[in-house]
């Protein structure tokens, strides 16, 4: 979509109000937190803010132009913006909702490493992103007196997730079979697969294929295929009606009871919950 700015001036915002509806703001020691609702097809012209800014999308999409650079976010992707960065927004046609985390310069000092990611702009999607995004939206919207607790430890570890893909994107080439693992597992999720079974096919020993997965991905092959079914149960529930006990089957889950849990344990929210959290305005 081709659009020309409403205005060239450069703006800089101590907050959003003016260029975004905003429903909710909660001023904590060291981050501030802001819901925005965005309309179709609006544009914001060029404007900063103040804070170093991570922007989870809930809902809807939008573009963001940064030095011509061109960011396409869709929903629960995460965008992380330094401050004082100038740029220009174009909201999709169904409008946006996003949470604003914007964090304090003190925050930053406390962790030069986290700090580093803020030196320029990066854009992260991924199912372990949604998940996070999703437990902070819940804390959110039911604050008590645990709740900034809460918010700042989920927000360091979306930002100890945001550095680790930043690394993974600098990381040498995965190995050729073991991106053909990873391919197996996302064409056969919801079969239940053995370890033995998939390093038979890829022609590796289990025990290496195992030790090589986790040091590329951080995480057993059990859990990556957990992921893979919690993703898919997440796409499910947010674009489509089909009852919960269907979906869960059709992610790879034996049973009802194992699909709640292990969505829960994942993502910090039941089905149901994320379901309506997902298609709430």
Known sequence: MNWTPTSTKIVRLPDVRGFEATSQRIDFENFVLSETHHRPAQPLPQHSHELASMILTLKGSFRETIQG????CGPYSLFLRPAGEVHTNQYGTLGAKCLVIGIKPRRLQMNPSFAKLFHQTRFIRGEFSRFLIMRIYKEFHNMDDVSELAV??????L??????????????R????????????????????KLTEVAHSIGVHPVYMASMFHKHFHCTIG?????????????????????????????????????STSFKRQTGLTPTE???ATRSN
């Open 223 to 259: 859990d990556y295929i957990r992921r893979l079914r919690v993703d898919f149960a997440c796409r499910e529930l947010t674009t489509t009606n089909t009852p919960l006990v269907e979906i869960g089957l059709a992610a790879g889950f034996c049973a009802q009871s194992h699909f």
């Open 69 to 72: 650079r061109v960011h396409e």
């Open 152 to 157: 700042e430890g989920l927000t360091l570890e």
């Open 174 to 193: 995965l190995p050729a079979w073991l991106e053909k693992t990873r391919e197996l597992l996302h064409a056969h999720f919801s079969e239940s697969l």
């Open 159 to 172: 930002l100890a997730h945001a550095s680790r893909r930043t690394l993974e994107n600098v990381a040498p």
């Open 274 to 276: 994320y379901r309506q």
